[in-house]
């Protein structure tokens, strides 16, 4: 988790309010990422970026938005919390360095949408 | 939908043994990675073998990779309790993903003290 911390660690919010996840990294890789995990569904990508202002969908992007306007912080929206975006969500960061794209992790937060 | 897929889902054995676990995937790749995740934390590079390579070696870990059957696998040597938590194959689909890592299910190992 060395270099990578995400805001909040837990969080519960109710159907219908905004909630904004918040990844800093202390690194100065190019790569950001944000990824959710469920049961039975592994981790499944929901947005990354490759540089300030440039990011991209990934393959959950439903539902959520992302910022990137600082190589340092990375920031995940809900503009409108929903019960099936209860999950655990991970940033990553990758320096992409020799192409080799090895991804280091956050420590995660739990979201529970009630 | 996932790209790799670990077999098995769970894996339970003593402390000392080995431990295998394999996965696949379905498209061709740049190169394939394998992370733990302990409970309730996130993941933890392990290893990472390139699409030109058939086996690599990380103290007691051991990677192998067929690219013509599309499979890799990750062997643990003399494991021990600590090595207990999930793993997890990733593979990363060349220039094209955008750096982008696809993840399976992960296995689910538990060493018996």
């Known amino acids: 988790d060395a270099g990578i911390t995400q805001s909040p660690r837990h969080k519960v919010t109710e159907t219908g309010t905004p909630v904004t996840l918040r990844c800093h990294q202390t690194?100065?890789?190019?790569?950001m990422y944000w990824y959710r995990q469920d049961p039975g569904h592994g981790l499944r990508l929901i947005h990354y970026s490759y540089g300030v202002k440039d990011t991209d969908k990934g393959e959950v992007s439903d539902g959520y938005s992302v910022s990137r306007s600082k190589t340092e912080d990375f920031l995940l929206t809900l503009e409108s919390a929903t019960s099936s975006q209860t999950s655990v969500y991970f940033c990553?960061?990758?320096?992409?360095?020799?192409?080799?794209?090895?991804?280091?992790f956050g420590p995660g937060t739990r979201l529970t949408v009630t | 939908s996932q790209q790799g897929e670990e077999d098995p889902q769970a894996l339970s054995i003593q402390e000392g043994e080995n431990a295998t676990m394999n996965c696949s995937y379905k498209t061709s790749i740049n190169n394939l990675q394998w992370y733990r995740q302990n409970s309730g934390r996130g993941l933890v590079h392990l290893i990472l073998?390139?699409?030109?390579?058939r086996e690599k070696h990380s103290g007691r870990l051991r990677v192998t990779l067929d690219t013509s059957k599309k499979s890799s696998s990750l062997l643990i040597t003399a494991s021990r309790a600590a090595d207990t938590a999930s793993y997890f194959c990733a593979t990363d689909d060349g220039p094209t993903s955008g750096s982008r890592l696809t993840f399976g299910e992960g296995t689910q190992l538990t060493v018996n003290p």
């Open positions: 073998i390139r699409s030109n390579e």
């Open positions: 690194e100065n890789h190019r790569y």
């Open positions: 990553a960061i990758s320096g992409s360095t020799s192409g080799r794209h090895e991804q280091y």
